[in-house]
């Protein structure tokens, strides 16, 4: 079986989609399931293109003794058929992937927080802000990484060996 695959996205992937790429990955290993998923973060606009994730960020993840290598990139019409999942941190990112998403799209396009109790919570673009807006969304994601891997248990999505 082939794993599940998912892609955060943000505005521009330098803040909260390369930190919730992260987060999900650990907690993905945390609970044994990192061989079942792949994830990968993407940005709507493209003015980040090729750029490590803001340094904010970065502190934020290394604070939890969590990296990323990854490289700023805009969401491209194949993602909407090589992904399984696509999280918008914010209703205006979902909005924008639905009106680019593609006709053959096969892609489940939510909000990321929308499989907890909190279903229509955004994560908030800490550009503008403080590292404590960072940290908060290090929390949120946090949060919505443990909500959506019981999503794939409950629902039978996520099967392993073990």
């Given at each position: 079986?082939?794993?599940?695959?998912?892609?955060?996205?943000?505005?521009?992937?330098?803040?909260?989609?390369?930190?919730?790429?992260?987060?999900?990955?650990?907690?993905?290993?945390?609970?044994?399931?990192?061989?079942?998923?792949?994830?990968?973060?993407?940005?709507?606009?493209?003015?980040?293109?090729?750029?490590?994730?803001?340094?904010?960020?970065?502190?934020?993840?290394?604070?939890?003794?969590?990296?990323?290598?990854?490289?700023g990139?805009?969401?491209s019409?194949?993602?909407?058929?090589?992904?399984?999942?696509?999280?918008?941190?914010?209703?205006?990112?979902?909005?924008?992937?639905?009106?680019?998403?593609?006709?053959?799209?096969?892609?489940?396009?939510?909000?990321?927080?929308?499989?907890?109790?909190?279903?229509?919570?955004?994560?908030?673009?800490?550009?503008?802000?403080?590292?404590?807006?960072?940290?908060?969304?290090?929390?949120?994601?946090?949060?919505?990484?443990?909500?959506?891997?019981?999503?794939?248990?409950?629902?039978?999505?996520?099967?392993?060996?073990?």
């Amino acid at each position: 079986m082939r794993p599940i695959r998912i892609l955060f996205v943000c505005l521009g992937n330098i803040c909260r989609s390369p930190i919730a790429e992260s987060v999900f990955m650990h907690r993905a290993k945390e609970n044994g399931v990192a061989g079942y998923v792949q994830v990968d973060s993407a940005g709507t606009g493209d003015w980040h293109l090729g750029d490590l994730p803001d340094g904010r960020a970065l502190v934020t993840l290394d604070k939890h003794g969590l990296e990323t290598e990854h490289l700023g990139r805009q969401v491209s019409v194949a993602d909407f058929t090589t992904f399984d999942y696509i999280f918008g941190m914010d209703k205006a990112n979902v909005r924008d992937l639905r009106r680019v998403a593609p006709d053959n799209a096969t892609a489940e396009i939510h909000l990321f927080l929308s499989f907890g109790d909190e279903a229509s919570v955004e994560v908030p673009d800490p550009y503008y802000g403080t590292s404590q807006d960072f940290d908060d969304v290090f929390e949120l994601v946090s949060r919505g990484s443990e909500e959506f891997l019981a999503y794939l248990r409950r629902t039978g999505k996520l099967v392993t060996n073990g």
